[in-house]
Structures are given as C-alpha cells and as structure tokens.
C-alpha cells in the first residue's frame, strides 16, 4: 500500500502564492503523480499531473500559467507551486499517485479512478 502525504496548505490573501508537497512512501508505484481539488458541493477535479519518469506536466486550463507540477525523484516527492492565487482555487486539494502505464502519455490524467494512491488532502483558502 502506497502512502502519500501531502503538506502546505494554508490561507493566503488573492494574488498569493502557496506550495504543496506531496511525498510518496514508494516512488516505484507512484511514478505517474496529480494533484485534484475539491471544494464543497463540487466535483472531485484534476488540477496537473506529472509522470516521474519523463517528467512531462499536464495541467487544467483554469491553472495554466499559475501553478507549477514538479518533482524531486531523489526525495520521491512532488510539488505544486501555486501563484496568483484566485478565491476559486479555494478547496481541498489531495494528492494521487498511479503505476498505470496508460498514463504515461496523460491520456486520462484528470480521471480520480485512474489512480490507485490518494493522500488525505490538504486545505487551500484564498481569502481577502
């Protein structure tokens, strides 16, 4: 069983900036990684995704620009930088990690049942 712990999480004022952590007990089973939000009353949604081996990213269109996916292989962790922060993006955020080859190429990448390993969220509220 593949743990995921995430980090960072916060308040921050519109405009802020935050950034997420997510470290993964084992990189060999985690090597396609995402991070969803959900906020209450709202569908579980795919915000970026990073496959560890290549590192190519994928992301929402409501964050391009504005967040960041990355990754450090070494500490099997990975990132979500997030800068100029919106209200909207206000909601709990987790992260998901899969071994699924059919991921490599991003082709589903925003779909929750893809993955096998889920974190147990982290809060983001941007608030003035």
């Known amino acids: 069983q593949v743990q995921l712990v995430e980090s960072g999480g916060g308040s921050v004022q519109p405009g802020g900036s935050l950034r997420l952590s997510c470290a993964t007990s084992?990189?060999?089973?985690?090597?396609?990684m995402a991070w969803f939000r959900q906020a209450p009353g709202k569908e579980r949604e795919g915000v970026a995704a990073?496959?560890?081996?290549?590192?190519?990213?994928y992301y929402t269109d409501s964050v391009k620009g504005r967040f960041t996916i990355s990754q450090d292989n070494g500490k099997a962790t990975a990132y979500l930088q997030m800068n100029s922060l919106k209200p909207e993006d206000s909601a709990m955020y987790y992260c998901a990690a899969s071994s699924d080859r059919t991921l490599w190429y991003g082709n589903g990448w925003s779909v929750s049942g893809r993955y096998t390993s889920w974190g147990q969220g982290t809060q983001v509220t941007v608030s003035s």
């Open positions: 084992d990189i060999a089973k985690s090597n396609f």
């Open positions: 990073i496959y560890i081996n290549w590192d190519t990213t």
